[in-house]
């Protein structure tokens, strides 16, 4: 089956410098890669996702990259803020119905 | 919220009873799945459903049974509790569009305490 390492588990930024939290996939069949942010007692939620056939993808501060050569994939917080502090989960699936496989989590910690 | 309904949202139950978490959503999706969250653990799917009475196994469904008998309704069992099950359960669905996966939405979640 699919399996997802994500790095580093704790991410410490200064307010306004950029943070990147890495993924790599061992299945070459995956094709969506999705990425959620969990704050605290709350459920995940999707912040933004790609798909193999899209090498990045940006959405205002956030992008993500795919490599799929290499079977990794980044994201990319700039000008970091308060309400950036949360859980983030990278995650992968393949076609069809299977349900996603879930890195372990990066907490990211927002430094005034 | 996409809908989703997740019931008790927080049940502490006794080791080798029997539990019943119910995922209740109001917009049709076909595909729904249980996951489980741990410490250190990120989120692991249980069960998987991709229609009514449709279900498959996830990757730690061991102790887990489920059951899907309306569209709406994906029911999660724990045969007889035990303490390791102690977690935190999301139901979450998802849609197909043209054969590609599009986002999951989860519910928001069940604490489960086995004492």
């Known amino acids: 089956g699919e399996n997802v390492e994500q790095h580093p588990s704790t991410l410490s930024v200064q307010e306004g410098d950029s943070a990147v939290i890495k993924c790599t996939y061992s299945d070459s069949a995956s094709n969506y890669f999705p990425w959620y942010k969990q704050e605290l007692g709350k459920r995940p939620q999707l912040i933004i996702d790609?798909?193999?056939?899209?090498g990045e993808k940006k959405d205002q501060r956030i992008a993500v990259t795919l490599n799929k050569t290499a079977k990794h994939f980044s994201l990319h917080i700039t000008e970091t803020q308060p309400e950036d502090s949360a859980v983030y989960f990278c995650a992968a699936q393949g076609g069809g119905a299977d349900g996603l496989t879930f890195g372990k989590g990066t907490h990211l910690i927002i430094q005034p | 919220d996409a809908g989703i309904t997740q019931s008790p949202r927080h049940k502490v139950t006794e080791t080798g009873t029997p539990v019943t978490l119910r995922c209740h959503q109001t917009?049709?999706?076909?595909?729904m799945y249980w996951y489980r969250q741990d410490p250190g653990h990120g989120l692991r799917l249980i069960h998987y459903?991709?229609?009514?009475?449709?279900?498959d196994k996830g990757e730690v469904s061991d102790g887990y049974s489920v059951s899907r008998s309306k569209t709406e309704d994906f029911l999660l069992t724990l045969e007889s509790a035990t303490s390791s099950q102690t977690s935190v359960y999301f139901c979450?669905?998802?849609?197909?569009?043209?054969?590609?996966?599009?986002?999951?939405?989860f519910g928001q979640g069940t604490r489960l305490t086995v004492v």
């Open positions: 979450a669905i998802s849609r197909l569009q043209g054969g590609s996966n599009t986002e999951a939405f």
């Open positions: 459903s991709y229609g009514v009475k449709d279900t």
């Open positions: 790609i798909r193999s056939n899209v």
């Open positions: 917009e049709n999706h076909r595909y």
